[in-house]
């Protein structure tokens, strides 16, 4: 099992940025997706969803309007899209897979973005 992100950088206050998520090694369209993010000292933060089946999403208040979630199953590649990004948006992000039934949770080894002038 593997889960590669990319697209991390440098971006200034206001820039976008999109992360990728590859995954391999298990059945990509049965699992839930999610991007998390951490800064030092802080526990890890759940930025937003997106459900196996049907598309259904969900986002932290904060990222809420600004960032979009997606998946391409055919791909077995989790997105996400960050828009008029903040300088507190500046975190380690790390995409997550996770499944009930069996019970399984995936890790990548997450990237770094930082906003900044």
């Known amino acids: 099992v593997q889960l590669v992100e990319s697209g991390g950088g440098l971006v200034q206050p206001g820039g976008s940025l999109r992360l990728s998520c590859a995954a391999s090694?298990?059945?990509?369209?049965?699992?839930?997706l999610s991007w998390y993010r951490q800064v030092p000292g802080k526990e890890r933060e759940l930025v937003a969803t997106?459900?196996?089946?049907?598309?259904?999403?969900n986002y932290a208040d904060s990222v809420k309007g600004r960032f979009t979630i997606s998946r391409d199953n055919a791909k077995n590649t989790v997105y996400l899209q960050m828009n008029s990004m903040k300088p507190e948006d500046t975190a380690v992000y790390y995409c997550?897979?996770?499944?009930?039934?069996?019970?399984?949770?995936?890790w990548g080894q997450g990237t770094q973005v930082t906003v900044s002038s």
């Open positions: 997550n897979a996770r499944s009930m039934i069996p019970p399984a949770s995936y």
């Open positions: 090694g298990f059945t990509f369209s049965s699992y839930t």
């Open positions: 997106i459900i196996s089946r049907g598309g259904k999403t």
